[in-house]
C-alpha cells in the first residue's frame, strides 16, 4: 500500500476521524494491519459502518488488499451489519464508499462472497452491480482456518 496513503489512513484512526461518508453512513478506521499471514500477506483495513443521525456503530466492512488463495473464498470485501441495522442498505452504502479506495491502491476488481442463503447479501452484491462469477466448493483447509461455509457464491465488484 502506497506510504502516504497509509500514513493518511493511520492519521484518520488516530484522530477518530471519517474515512467516507454518505448521507446516512460514515466509515472509520477501526484496525489496520499489514502483511497479514493467515490471509496471505494481504493488507487488512476494518472500517466501522456508523448511523450518521445516530452516531452509533451499525456494523463493520473490511477490506483486503492483495491476492492469496484464501481471498477465492473470503473475498477482498467482507461486513456485517448488526440485526437492528439491518435493511437499510448499509452494507450496498459501505461498499459504494469504498470503491475509490480499491481503485486509488490498485484494484481494477474485487471479490465478494456469500453464503448460497445469504439472501441479503446477494441482494447487496446485485444492487452494487456485481457480476455473479460462479459458486465454488470451499476447500476445508479454508473452512477450518477461516470457520466459513463449505460453498460460497462468488461476485466480482468493478472499481471502474
Not at 435493511?87 to 481494477?108: P, Y
Not at 476488481?109 to 465454488?136: H, K, M, Q, W, Y
Request: proline share 2%.
Amino acid at each position: 500500500m502506497k506510504t502516504s496513503l497509509l500514513r493518511k489512513l493511520k492519521i484518520l484512526h488516530f484522530l477518530r476521524l471519517s474515512f467516507a461518508q454518505d448521507d446516512a453512513i460514515r466509515l472509520r478506521v477501526k484496525c489496520i494491519q499489514l502483511a497479514v499471514v493467515q490471509i496471505g500477506l494481504a493488507d487488512s483495513l476494518t472500517f466501522s459502518i456508523i448511523e450518521k443521525s445516530s452516531g452509533r456503530i451499525a456494523g463493520e466492512i473490511a477490506l483486503r488488499i492483495g491476492e492469496a488463495p484464501c481471498l477465492d473464498y473470503l473475498g477482498h470485501i467482507g461486513y456485517h451489519i448488526d440485526p437492528s441495522y439491518r435493511g437499510r442498505h448499509f452494507a450496498m452504502r459501505a461498499c459504494a464508499l469504498c470503491r475509490s479506495f480499491l481503485k486509488e491502491v490498485g484494484m481494477h476488481s474485487a471479490v465478494i462472497t456469500t453464503d448460497e442463503d445469504n439472501l441479503p447479501s446477494i441482494r447487496t452484491c446485485e444492487g452494487l452491480g456485481c457480476r455473479f462469477e460462479c459458486t465454488v466448493d470451499v476447500p476445508s483447509w479454508c473452512v477450518d482456518e477461516f470457520q466459513i461455509s463449505n460453498r460460497k457464491r462468488r461476485y466480482i465488484f468493478d472499481t471502474a
